[in-house]
């Protein structure tokens, strides 16, 4: 489906339908299409709607079509429970708004104020922030609130979870009094609505169906294991799935560090997470398991909200989550955007019962599978090696230095919807041609499609040679790119 034509049906501007159509979206979310007509009417909102439903498209749009470019002030306020979701936030819109030349920052903890001090005195129309650290900065007076009028409130839950509610009114007093308010959360607690009730002018209300997310898209089962043999049988579903990302979930900042060590060591590429690790390392690598350097992330629940990545084919509950909404997040990490995901839980006997209030709140019981044949360390280091090839083939073409010669550009018909990643498109190339991973340039994956930059002269062999290829089992066309 055209991009331009689909969105063209909510109204929104030129620009916007231009940038939508740059970020790969070919239609409306079910969120999108039921908030940005009413958005765009003024009115203030409340959403429930989960992660991974593109909620932050659904309220960036009418943001970016609101802000009147002449005016260099702040115009838009949003406020998110985490640094993590503060920035992906901030990125997004500034995504949405290039074509208008508009200008998003994110404000959060850990950041100097006197440097957020620097950037907020420039040409800013949106901030997006934290509470803590938002509030710190309007009552230092470095944000300007006088020409705000919408204000975004993400993930409401989450910030009465964390203990903000104090911080997030003592914002909401401080923003003018004529805004369009827009609140979105997972669940409408008693919390959430009286604070709707206390700062919102007679809410919309738009609920957005969580089961879309927790049963149609996701296969889940579980694994009753003992906690000695659950290292082996992590090493098993590892060797097992080649293709795609996955998120390893562990229950503290220890494992995460002990699990990451243990398969790095073994040969196997993995990326740790969790929240003790310096701001900037915790972005640096959220980035690249987006770019698919590696192909598997070890985390604790600091990225169970706010990591917005469409491939994630498994979730692996390495520990099983002491709470049931916890486990809800988890899974949410996979089956996004229209695609399938597979959730797999550790269980073992003193477990037994946080997996059976899971279930009841889910509302559906996890399947119990048998655990499979168990690899040897040996066997699992052979496919770690095949991994740790695949992955040297994929850096940029700027980390591998200039090459000479001709640069070709070709067409791949295949993309994220068929769970593609950069390691599949050097594989298909490099074994169909026999060439080096060092002719192949900068890969871009959309959804449908994918472009990748074939160095040193050899675009018309590689284009001969891949007449009749297959990517993930499925015959793909590949063409020079117009």
């Known amino acids: 489906m055209d991009?331009?034509?689909?969105?063209l049906k909510l109204n929104i501007e030129e620009e916007i339908l231009k940038a939508v159509k740059n970020m790969g979206f070919e239609e409306p979310s079910a969120v999108q299409a039921a908030v940005i007509p009413v958005a765009l009417?003024?009115?203030?909102?409340?959403?429930q709607a989960q992660t991974g439903t593109g909620k932050t498209v659904a309220f960036g749009i009418p943001i970016v079509e609101k802000i009147e470019t002449d005016i260099r002030n702040i115009q838009a306020v949003v406020l998110a429970p985490t640094r993590e979701l503060a920035i992906q936030v901030s990125e997004e819109i500034t995504k949405l708004g290039r074509f208008k030349r508009l200008r998003s920052v994110?404000?959060?903890g850990g950041q100097p104020i006197d440097v957020q001090k620097r950037v907020l005195n420039q040409r800013v129309h949106i901030v997006v922030g934290t509470p803590g650290r938002m509030l710190d900065q309007i009552t230092r007076g470095n944000i300007d609130l006088t020409h705000v009028k919408i204000l975004v409130i993400d993930e409401a839950d989450k910030m009465f979870d964390l203990g903000l509610g104090k911080e997030v009114r003592e914002i909401l007093e401080a923003i003018p009094k004529k805004r369009q308010t827009m609140m979105f959360s997972a669940t409408i607690t008693s919390t959430v609505e009286e604070l709707a009730e206390t700062y919102m002018n007679s809410p919309q209300?738009?609920?957005?169906t969580p089961q879309q997310i927790t049963t149609d898209k996701i296969i889940q089962w579980h694994y009753r294991v003992s906690e000695g043999a659950k290292f082996s049988l992590l090493l098993s579903l590892l060797a097992d799935h080649d293709g795609g990302a996955k998120i390893v979930f562990c229950r503290t900042k220890k494992a995460v560090e002990r699990l990451t060590s243990q398969l790095n060591s073994l040969g196997y590429p993995v990326l740790g997470l969790q929240?003790?690790?310096?701001?900037?390392k915790r972005l640096e690598t959220i980035r690249s398991f987006k770019r698919g350097d590696r192909d598997c992330l070890i985390a604790t629940d600091v990225a169970a909200r706010g990591l917005d990545i469409e491939d994630v084919t498994h979730v692996i509950n390495f520990d099983i989550p002491l709470d049931a909404e916890s486990y809800i997040h988890r899974i949410g990490r996979?089956?996004?955007?229209?695609?399938?995901?597979?959730a797999i839980t550790f269980v073992t006997e003193p477990e037994l019962g946080f997996l059976r209030k899971i279930e009841e709140f889910a509302g559906y019981p996890?399947?119990?599978k048998e655990i499979p044949p168990l690899v040897d360390v040996s066997a699992f280091q052979k496919s770690a090696k095949k991994q740790v090839e695949a992955s040297q083939m994929v850096k940029p073409a700027e980390e591998k230095g200039r090459l000479d010669g001709e640069i070709t550009r070709l067409y791949i018909s295949s993309g994220r919807k068929n769970k593609v990643r950069p390691t599949d498109i050097v594989g298909a190339i490099t074994g169909a041609?026999?060439?080096?991973?060092?002719?192949?340039g900068v890969i871009e994956i959309y959804d449908n499609y994918s472009f990748v930059d074939i160095m040193q002269g050899y675009g018309e062999f590689v284009l001969e040679a891949m007449g009749n290829s297959t990517m993930k089992g499925k015959p793909i066309r590949v063409e020079r790119a117009k």
């Open 3 to 7: 991009t331009s034509v689909s969105f």
């Open 41 to 47: 009417g003024h009115k203030d909102i409340i959403v």
């Open 106 to 108: 994110a404000i959060y």
């Open 205 to 208: 209300h738009i609920t957005i």
């Open 275 to 280: 929240g003790d690790m310096l701001q900037e």
């Open 334 to 342: 996979t089956g996004r955007a229209g695609n399938e995901g597979i």
């Open 366 to 368: 996890i399947p119990k």
């Open 433 to 440: 041609t026999g060439l080096s991973g060092e002719v192949i």
